[in-house]
């Protein structure tokens, strides 16, 4: 029972490269999100997707954009890398907004 | 608009009890409540909806007072292992839908 499964857990960056962060649920899940945490402190919503064909800006979008794929896969993509950029991302995804949130591992991206 | 929490970090020995406070600015849908643990990604701990329910989780339960906008989580007799970071995330409403937000969190950290 996967649960929520990103990939990569790790990667380094130059600043300027582009890449797709990967986020699968194998939950049935209508509701998607990513997330980043930087060190020592919260979580912040970059885009969320509340259902297959929709997605939506959270609090931090700039710089990235996502596509909903499919109702099993979300990802995230970094156009041009900035160093503001180095964080750990999160994926995560629910049944609904009031039902609880399932968290990936994360991939921690560094950008030099 | 992102709620507050309160403490920022407590320390405790262990058999201590805490509690840690999570208030909103807005009417509040539900209330989630999250613990990270270094390194981890957040483990849901409970959701609590509009009603003023109160919810238990082994010695971890959790009030919501509507009227208030606050959620309050209750550690009772803590353990090593309850150390971590706690979020509490909100569910309002406005003329565009829900909206969550995650608190900044509180450090919680049990001493042998």
């Known amino acids: 029972n996967a649960g929520v499964t990103q990939t990569p857990k790790f990667q380094v960056l130059k600043t300027g490269q582009s890449m797709t962060l990967q986020c699968a649920q194998d939950m049935n899940h209508n509701s998607m999100y990513w997330y980043r945490q930087d060190p020592g402190m919260g979580l912040r919503l970059i885009y969320y997707s509340a259902s297959e064909g929709t997605t939506d800006k959270g609090e931090v979008p700039n710089g990235y954009n996502v596509s909903r794929l499919n109702k099993r896969e979300f990802s995230l993509r970094l156009e041009s890398a900035a160093p503001s950029q180095t964080s750990v991302y999160f994926c995560?995804?629910?049944?609904?907004?009031?039902?609880?949130?399932?968290f990936g591992d994360g991939t921690r991206l560094s950008i030099l | 608009q992102q709620p507050v929490q309160s403490p920022q970090a407590v320390i405790l020995r262990e058999g201590e009890d805490a509690v840690i406070n999570c208030s909103s600015s807005?009417?509040?849908?539900?209330v989630h409540w999250y613990r990270q643990k270094h390194g981890e990604a957040p483990v849901f701990l409970m959701i609590?909806?509009?009603?003023?329910e109160q919810k238990g989780h082994e010695k971890i339960s959790a009030s919501f007072n509507e009227k208030k906008q606050q959620s309050s989580l209750y550690l009772t007799a803590s353990q090593l292992s309850y150390s971590g970071t706690y979020f509490c995330?909100?569910?309002?409403?406005?003329?565009?839908?829900?909206?969550?937000?995650f608190g900044p969190g509180t450090r919680l950290s049990v001493l042998p």
């Open positions: 609590l909806l509009k009603g003023g």
């Open positions: 995330g909100t569910v309002t409403w406005d003329n565009y839908g829900q909206n969550f937000v």
């Open positions: 807005k009417a509040l849908y539900s």
């Open positions: 995560a995804s629910s049944g609904g907004e009031s039902q609880p949130q399932h």
